[in-house]
């Protein structure tokens, strides 16, 4: 079985229409109501407010059927992460303790959403371009899934270890300014390497790229 000659890859229009309700439910509700309330109440309801929202449109989704979305999912462990150690305790440690155990979860997230057939960077892709069934079932796109998938997960651990080590080894200064290099810098060679992948995936198997027309 092998990939069609031309892979249809709809129109940004479509991605916009198509990704805009999941971005809002999955990042855009969670962050005002975390700073709604953060402002109104305080940090721990706030976060227990975000963590809420995002759990119940996870039970609305699976009780409904309908897809549950790779932001969804993301969002949901990072603020579950978050809540915990908010509870936990107030001291800076903690603090700077909190994406790093976000990190790690979502890593954690990534490699066991193989392990149990359903990977999440297929679903990260579907939440902005809407692939058909038959397209994202073929054998070769699954196991790109799956190796993305893991190749994420890979690099999420890296950047826990890193900043656990600054955090553990280096002055809060320090680990403040590398940190705000770190993330952005780990997201964008995941991103520039899976593309690449993706890229050299489709031109080996003699598979040309065509953007469907608006409508």
């Known amino acids: ?9 709809p129109h940004w229009r479509t991605v916009v229409r198509h990704s805009l309700p999941n971005v809002i439910e999955g990042k855009v509700v969670p962050i005002v109501l975390f700073l709604g309330l953060l402002e109104l109440v305080g940090v ?8 809420a929202w995002s759990v119940l449109a ?6 409904l059927g309908k897809r549950v979305t790779g932001l969804l999912v993301l969002t949901t462990v990072g603020l579950g992460a978050r809540t915990v150690a908010a509870l936990l305790t107030g001291s800076l440690l ?17 490699v ?3 392990v149990v057939g359903r990977p999440l960077a297929e679903r990260l892709v579907l939440d902005f371009v809407p692939i058909e069934e038959q397209a994202r079932s073929h054998p070769t796109l699954q196991r790109f899934f799956r190796q993305v998938t893991l190749w994420w997960g890979f690099t999420s651990a890296v ?3 890193i900043t656990l080590w600054l955090l553990l080894s280096r002055s809060p200064t320090t680990f403040v300014v590398v940190k705000s290099f770190l993330g952005p810098a780990t997201t ?6 899976a593309l690449v992948w993706f890229r050299s995936m489709l031109a080996r198997a003699g598979t040309r790229v065509v953007f469907a027309p608006v409508g």
């Open 1 to 9: 079985m092998h990939l069609p000659a031309t892979l249809l890859v």
């Open 44 to 51: 721990t309801a706030a976060l227990l407010g975000a963590l």
């Open 58 to 63: 996870l039970a609305r989704r699976y009780l």
């Open 94 to 110: 903690v603090n700077f303790l909190q994406p790093t155990i976000t990190t790690a979860l979502v890593g954690a997230a990534f």
């Open 112 to 114: 066991v959403s193989v």
């Open 159 to 161: 950047n826990f270890a």
């Open 188 to 193: 964008t060679v995941t991103f520039a390497v």
